[in-house]
């Protein structure tokens, strides 16, 4: 899949440098690991329910999060605004 699409973090741990993403439009669960990300000040300090887009890679492990940009934090602080598509 390469179009992109939108969610929310579920969970994610720095010391493993990976988590969840909940995506907005029923898939399953996306697991999304730090290198993922297309900044690491995105992921410097994600908590559940932070809103990102990305892209759904079929992966061995399942489904993956790939190109991850963080678009409001919960507190909503606008991170990045950037089109879909």
Known sequence: ???RVRGHIQRFSHQR???LIQPD???PDILVFLSDFRSAADA??????DAMEFRI???????MGMD???LRTRTG???QRMPIG
Not at 44 to 49: F, T, V, W
Not at 57 to 63: N, Q, V
């Open 44 to 49: 410097s300090c994600l908590i559940p329910g």
């Open 1 to 3: 899949m390469t179009e």
């Open 25 to 27: 439009d029923g898939f």
């Open 17 to 19: 440098r990976c988590g």
């Open 77 to 79: 602080s606008v991170i």
């Open 68 to 70: 991850v940009v963080v």
């Open 57 to 63: 890679e079929h992966a061995p492990e399942g489904l």
